[in-house]
């Protein structure tokens, strides 16, 4: 009871009446909150992705298997999964400044004990802790970006603060290589957590809680005020300003339980994009998790340079997250299902190619894996986006987290199954499963094709 109350919601404050303080202030923390939200769950990441450079290290200082290592991606996907669902429903009536913060250190402590640990046991215990922990960085985000961001801006704010996991991704696996090669596996453990914790205190430092929470009026106010459809913060009525503040309240919980469960777990397009998004994320997985050990046992690379080629996959990726959003606008109306169906069918060619060139060809191969990482992301973003226009803007949360938790129910099979097909067949059979997950994916999406997914349906007219 004591840390509910803690981390519970900030009281609100009474409304700023001065219009350019107004202004000011929405200005200036809107892009504080972005791009410091966008840093910290990119560092969520560096105590997360590490693993994956250490495990070649792991492998040969402790005599773990590759099983074993597996059942930890395994483990610690399934409770991260779970953890988005159950987090995201505390985080909503959390302050997200404290939520977030206390979430990163927890995983900073994970990754300590993880690094001090002698046994497969010990380690799994602290990577599974460590998952359900990870699942406290995204709940307080979403809530941030949606209280602080209209509709019509937030799929842009989205794939802008996106680019942050990936970003984060892209320096720890070849920081976590380095740490390996020249201190030892356990150092890719500690320098993170020290770097988690200097990341806590900066988050609870700039973030703030909802704009209410600091007397500014909500973000549809705000939008009038920019937009030049009122002047002043006094020509809202008392009113109007309670209605802009939540839709949700407006309806009871069995009401709402109702609207959820008709328009997520009811809705067949939902659970098209969500499936979709499990094929999407057995490709990401695959490659992040395994790429280093892969590329050094397949390919002759060191593991320094394959950890680095497996960090600009990441990079590649972030242009992918930023095309995709232009293109679903630009040219498909917001349509973002068809934007995907064309990233997954260039993901499928690439990969064919990476698995079917001569191995002689190691440049064209390796170049080939780095581009899907271009055609994996933007997908991964655009899924959270048609989940929600699919489920409305009120159940939108909910959508998003069904995605989640089946996207990290992939790790089922990029992690302990992929570990146990590679050590009984031989690294062939998971670049044939990298393919068949990128046609699968391309076949739910070219289904989704049919449906409305730009969010014109939305019957709050978002």
């Known amino acids: 009871?004591?840390?509910?109350?803690?981390i519970k919601e900030a009281p609100t404050k009474p409304l700023i009446k001065?219009?350019?303080?107004?202004?000011?202030?929405?200005?200036?923390?809107?892009?504080?909150?972005l791009y410091t939200s966008m840093v910290g769950y990119a560092i969520f990441y560096m105590v997360r992705k590490n693993l994956s450079a250490a495990m070649p290290g792991i492998e040969e200082d402790l005599g773990i298997t590759k099983l074993q290592l597996g059942a930890f991606l395994t483990a610690h996907g399934l409770l991260y999964g779970l953890s988005k669902l159950c987090n995201g429903y505390l985080a909503d009536r959390a302050n997200p400044r404290i939520f977030m913060a206390t979430g990163l250190i927890l995983c900073a402590v994970m990754n300590f004990g993880f690094g001090m640990s002698e046994t497969a046991l010990w380690m799994g215990l602290f990577w599974m802790a460590n998952g359900w922990f990870q699942g406290m960085g995204f709940p307080p985000c979403v809530k941030m970006l949606t209280h602080w961001f209209s509709l019509k801006e937030r799929a842009t704010k989205f794939s802008i603060w996106n680019v942050g996991h990936s970003l984060g991704a892209a320096i720890i696996v070849p920081l976590a290589g380095w740490l390996t090669v020249y201190y030892g596996w356990r150092y890719a453990f500690y320098v993170p957590g020290v770097i988690a914790l200097g990341g806590a205190a900066m988050l609870l430092l700039t973030l703030r809680d909802i704009p209410e929470t600091m007397g500014l009026p909500a973000v549809g106010v705000y939008e009038k005020l920019h937009r030049g459809e009122i002047n002043d913060i006094a020509e809202v009525s008392d009113e109007e300003e309670q209605q802009s503040e939540s839709l949700d309240k407006a309806i009871s919980g069995k009401e709402y339980n109702a609207f959820v469960m008709k328009h997520v777990f009811l809705n067949p397009w939902v659970w098209l994009v969500s499936i979709a998004m499990f094929f999407v994320y057995v490709m990401r997985y695959a490659i992040l998790d395994w790429g280093p050990t892969f590329l050094k046992e397949s390919?002759?690379?060191?593991?320094?340079?394959?950890?680095?080629?497996?960090?600009?996959?990441?990079?590649?990726?972030?242009?992918?997250?930023?095309?995709?959003?232009?293109?679903?606008?630009?040219?498909?109306?917001?349509?973002?299902?068809?934007?995907?169906?064309?990233?997954m069918v260039l993901c499928g060619v690439a990969l064919w190619l990476f698995w079917q060139l001569p191995d002689n060809m190691v440049g064209l191969k390796v170049s080939c894996l780095i581009a899907s990482g271009f055609f994996i992301y933007g997908p991964q973003c655009l899924v959270s986006v048609i989940a929600a226009n699919l489920a409305t803007r009120r159940a939108a949360s909910t959508a998003v987290g069904l995605t989640g938790f089946c996207a990290y129910l992939s790790t089922i099979v990029s992690g302990v199954l992929l570990g146990g097909l590679v050590k009984a067949y031989g690294w062939n059979v998971a670049f044939g499963m990298m393919f068949g997950a990128a046609t699968v994916a391309a076949l739910l999406f070219f289904i989704g094709c049919f449906t409305d997914d730009s969010g014109q349906h939305d019957l709050e007219g978002s």
Request: charged fraction near 20%.
């Open 1 to 6: 009871m004591f840390l509910l109350n803690w």
């Open 18 to 33: 001065d219009t350019h303080q107004v202004r000011k202030q929405y200005r200036f923390w809107r892009n504080e909150i």
């Open 299 to 343: 390919a002759g690379f060191e593991l320094e340079s394959a950890a680095g080629l497996t960090a600009l996959f990441e990079v590649m990726g972030i242009a992918g997250v930023l095309c995709s959003g232009f293109i679903t606008d630009k040219f498909f109306r917001g349509h973002a299902s068809r934007t995907c169906l064309g990233y």
